[in-house]
Structures are given as C-alpha cells and as structure tokens.
C-alpha cells in the first residue's frame, strides 16, 4: 500500500523554518504539545528534525547561555539529526524500515527533497491493529 494513504499533508504539520531561533522553537513546541519538529529551508527541503532533548542538552551544556540568548540563537546551531530519515511519496508501507517505526512520526518529501507531510506512528498502528483483526476474522 502506497504511503499517501497515510500521509498528514504539510499544511496540517507544525513545522519550524531553519531560520528560527531557539526561543521561537521551544515556543511553537509548548503551544503545539510536541517534542519533535521538522524542519525547513526556505524553499520547503526537508534538512532534519529538533527534538526537545536537542534543545535542552544545549542548554545544559552551556553554562553561559542566558534565557535572553534565546532570542539570538538559531536552531541551525544546534540541529544534531540534519538530513533525518525520509520516505518518499511513492514508497510502499511495507517498505519503511523498522528503525523509523520507533520515531512519533516520519518525514515524506518528494524527488528534490521537498517537505510534503509526515506518516505519523499512530496511523500505522491503527492500520496494523485494522489489519490483525481483519486477520483474525478471516479464520
């Protein structure tokens, strides 16, 4: 089965341009309730995902840094899962690999690496569970 059945288009996506700043991010992500975030260029690619645990290790470990500062950092600083894993629109289902089946949600972009949307773990487990028990009464 075709990954566009699953797929959350981009403009139903929270997502952070590479020019944002950490305050912005951390920001987007209280009022979203998320903990990862793709992220974009300004064209649309797709460059990688910030998670919180990016955010705060950075914070941890700069003693130095100030909650002012947030608003002059950018997330391109400190962005440690660049190029993140990626389907594309025309991949199969079956064909995603187990690794990504661990991660809240999987980036879908296009043949130049355009951000189209995600597949989001909750739907494949819902189309998992939909498949079992169709299983279950075919016996």
């Known amino acids: 089965m075709n990954i566009v059945f699953f797929l959350t288009p981009k ?3 929270i997502y952070v341009k ?3 700043t950490v305050r912005q991010v951390l920001e987007k992500m209280k009022y979203h309730n998320c903990n990862r975030l793709p992220i974009l ?3 649309g690619v797709f460059v990688g995902i910030i998670t919180k ?5 950075k914070i941890k470990n700069s003693p130095k840094l100030e909650f002012k500062d947030f608003n002059k950092m950018g997330i391109s600083d400190i962005i440690t899962d660049m190029i993140d894993m990626t389907v ?3 991949d199969n289902i079956d064909d995603l690999p187990t690794s990504m089946l661990d991660r809240s949600f999987v980036p879908v972009v296009d ?3 355009i951000f189209i949307g995600i597949i989001k773990k909750s739907d494949l487990l819902s189309m998992s569970k939909y498949n079992e028990s169709e ?3 075919c016996m």
């Not at 645990?53 to 290790?57: A, P």
């Open 111 to 113: 043949d130049s690496n």
């Open 11 to 13: 403009r139903e996506v």
């Open 18 to 20: 590479l020019t944002s």
């Open 88 to 90: 594309h629109i025309y």
């Open 135 to 137: 299983k279950l009464n």
């Open 53 to 57: 645990e990016d955010l705060i290790s």
């Open 41 to 43: 260029d300004d064209k």
